[in-house]
């Protein structure tokens, strides 16, 4: 089975400054993939950024990063340079290649950006 | 583009009663697919499409629960004799394939919110 762990329920950061949300993964397959998303509180699930398991590179996407680390079955997502729009909850999800195509999502982390 | 939508946006039901969720995807997406999410959780599958057919209902969570996709693109998520557990939004998504990669990632609505009383 397939499971997603987020630790921190909660996180606070500055505007401008960067940071990064925790999300650990468990699965016995070799291919998956691996997304986050933001769910701002109008509740609309917004694709943040993928990687797969066979990336050699980590993902980019403007101010979103992917630290992924394959070994150690972590895949956190930093932000940098954080906006007043970035408070939300933020979701990292995970998907297998052997025939599932569900995504297997984590219980969430809510970010609160202050001034 | 248009996004995935979903109606209605909210629906307040009795104890009992029959509802349906309408979800219409992202245009060209073949694949489709429902979640469910109770507050304060992450979203659960429910059931997924490739084309018109059904091809993982897994995660419906009795047959109270049923969808369909009759064309290849609107869906309807049914729920029959509803009750206050089945309280919760339930998103839509869709996706360009199902084969793997990025072309696999799911883009969502904006959700429908059940509340059963």
């Known amino acids: 089975a397939q499971k997603i762990t987020q630790t921190q329920p909660g996180m606070f950061v500055q505007e401008k400054e960067a940071v990064t949300l925790d999300c650990t993964y468990d699965?016995?397959?070799?291919?998956?993939?691996l997304f986050w998303y933001k769910q701002p509180s109008s509740g609309e699930m917004i694709f943040l950024i993928y990687?797969?398991?066979?990336?050699?590179q980590n993902a980019t996407e403007g101010r979103y990063s992917l630290n992924f680390q394959k070994a150690r079955k972590s895949a956190n997502l930093v932000i940098s340079a954080s906006q007043l729009g970035d408070s939300a909850m933020y979701f990292c999800?995970?998907?297998?290649?052997?025939?599932?195509?569900?995504?297997?999502f984590g219980t969430g982390t809510r970010l609160l950006v202050s001034p | 583009g248009a996004g995935v939508s979903q109606t209605p946006s909210n629906k307040v039901t009795e104890k009992g009663k029959y509802v349906e969720l309408r979800c219409d995807p992202i245009?060209?997406?073949?694949?489709l697919y429902w979640y469910r999410q109770s507050l304060g959780q992450g979203p659960e599958f429910l059931i997924y499409?490739?084309?018109?057919?059904?091809?993982?209902d897994s995660g419906l969570p009795n047959d109270r629960f049923f969808a369909v996709r009759p064309e290849g693109s609107v869906s309807t998520l049914k729920i029959q004799r509803t009750e206050r557990g089945d309280s919760a939004v339930y998103l839509c998504?869709?996706?360009?394939?199902?084969?793997?990669?990025?072309?696999?990632?799911?883009?969502f609505g904006p959700g429908t919110r059940l509340l059963v009383l």
């Open positions: 999800a995970m998907r297998v290649y052997t025939g599932f195509q569900k995504l297997v």
């Open positions: 699965t016995s397959d070799q291919s998956y993939g």
């Open positions: 245009s060209g997406h073949t694949a």
């Open positions: 990687q797969g398991s066979y990336d050699e």
């Open positions: 998504a869709s996706s360009l394939g199902s084969a793997g990669g990025r072309q696999e990632t799911q883009y």
């Open positions: 499409f490739q084309g018109t057919g059904a091809a993982d």
